[in-house]
């Protein structure tokens, strides 16, 4: 008896061009199965992490606060320091601004020539310091000056009995003595006397110098 | 009659659709609301994590260098002496008072006389960067007195020598009717404490 080989196809349309052997149908299912998996190992990853970080986080903390007192000792003494260097420099300043003066004028007296007379000698006073900003008066003063040199100068009055003495003194004040102390003097005025001091002795020049001196530099 | 294509599904796939629509859905609800926080939280807790850290760190660097600080401030100290020595602090709320007081004994050395004090407006000194809170200022002190040029070239020499922060800020020797005496006229300048910065 010859019969007809019995097939028998069970695969749609759709599947018979898929390469896949297991049907859409079980795979989709899967696949979301394992995408919820995946998101939950994720979130637990993350929050093994978070609970890691913050566990570590307590403990700097605690660290933090074990030390806070020796900290803000040590803070403070650092702050202290800052303070006093800062006023140590502002101080070192005014040591730099500091000049002497005695040996200057003590050789000054020594160098005076026999026929001269003193009759003033001046060191004048600083001009007043401008704090306030002459643009708008209305703002408050500065807390320093903006300039750190302070010009001096000395201006020598006297008389003498001839010009020549004046250029000898002129001329010596121009010595070692004076050296890094005095500028070069200028004679800002030259007269004679009207009258001689006492009746018939000759009339005196009576003479007014000024000297550029060293400077006051308020800087460290 | 027309039907949805979900109708005409076989009651396999059907299931299978509506499970896989379900777990999608539970999967994307889980990513919003707790995975994206999570990661939020996360980011939110490492940063404040470095910041305690580096916190620590400063902390630890700021300890250990202790001794260093406690020699930088003994060292100060030391160097600020001489001028803390020197400041001219007021004497019953006079700084000519005080300046009378320190050189009233150098004056009389040098034969100095007539002597009279008189209290000037402090100046301001340049700023330091940074700016200290206590400011130092110079307080100058007017002293007129009468006497020879040697002698007052000799209290200004003592006055050098004994105190090395006092300056010279101005003078005026001149002439008087007696030839042998100088009216004399100093300014001298003592550090002193000025206003606070802040």
């Given at each position: 008896m010859n019969t007809d080989p019995f097939h028998l196809n069970l695969l749609s349309e759709a599947e018979?061009?898929?390469?896949?052997?297991?049907?859409l149908r079980i795979m989709m299912p899967i696949l979301a199965l394992l995408a919820v998996a995946g998101i939950a190992i994720w979130w637990g990853t993350l929050t093994t992490q978070l609970l890691m970080t913050r566990a570590k986080c307590s403990s700097v903390r605690e660290e933090l606060a074990a030390k806070k007192s020796d900290h803000d000792a040590i803070v403070g003494s650092m702050n202290l320091a800052n303070e006093e260097a800062a006023q140590l420099q502002q101080l070192e300043m005014y040591r730099a601004g500091c000049v002497r003066w005695g040996e200057t004028f003590a050789a000054m007296a020594e160098s005076l020539p026999v026929k001269m007379q003193l009759v003033r000698l001046e060191m004048p006073e600083p001009p007043?310091?401008?704090?306030?900003?002459p643009k708008n008066p209305k703002k408050p003063p500065l807390?320093?000056?903006?300039?750190d040199t302070e010009q001096v100068s000395l201006v020598i009055t006297g008389r003498a009995a001839r010009d020549t003495t004046v250029v000898a003194f002129m001329e010596s004040l121009d010595g070692a003595a004076f050296t890094n102390r005095l500028g070069r003097a200028a004679v800002r005025s030259v007269q004679q006397e009207?009258?001689?001091?006492?009746?018939?002795e000759q009339r005196l020049l009576a003479f007014e110098l000024e000297c550029s001196a060293i400077g006051r530099r308020f800087a460290k | 009659m027309s039907s949805s294509p979900f109708q005409n599904m076989a009651p396999n796939a059907r299931r299978s659709f509506l499970v896989t629509f379900v777990l999608g859905a539970v999967a994307a609800c889980f990513y919003m609301f707790a995975v994206q926080p999570a990661e939020e939280m996360l980011t939110k807790a490492q940063k404040e994590y470095e910041m305690e850290e580096s916190r620590l760190r400063v902390v630890n660097a700021n300890l250990k260098g202790a001794p260093k600080n406690k020699a930088r401030l003994e060292q100060l100290a030391a160097d600020l002496k001489p001028f803390r020595d020197e400041m001219l602090e007021p004497l019953l709320g006079s700084y000519a008072m005080r300046a009378k007081s320190e050189l009233e004994a150098l004056a009389f050395g040098a034969g100095l006389s007539g002597l009279d004090y008189e209290e000037l407006p402090p100046r301001a000194l340049p700023l330091p960067r940074p700016m200290p809170v206590q400011l130092h200022a110079r307080r100058p002190v007017r002293i007129t007195a009468h006497g020879s040029y040697m002698g007052a070239i000799s209290f200004l020499m003592r006055v050098e020598k004994e105190h090395p922060l006092v300056a010279l800020q101005s003078l005026a020797i001149s002439t008087t009717t007696d030839p042998d005496v100088q009216q004399i006229s100093m300014v001298f300048e003592w550090p002193t404490k000025g206003r606070k910065s802040k």
């Open positions: 018979k061009m898929s390469s896949s052997p297991i049907r007043p310091q401008v704090l306030h900003d807390l320093g000056p903006t300039n009207s009258q001689p001091a006492k009746r018939g | -």
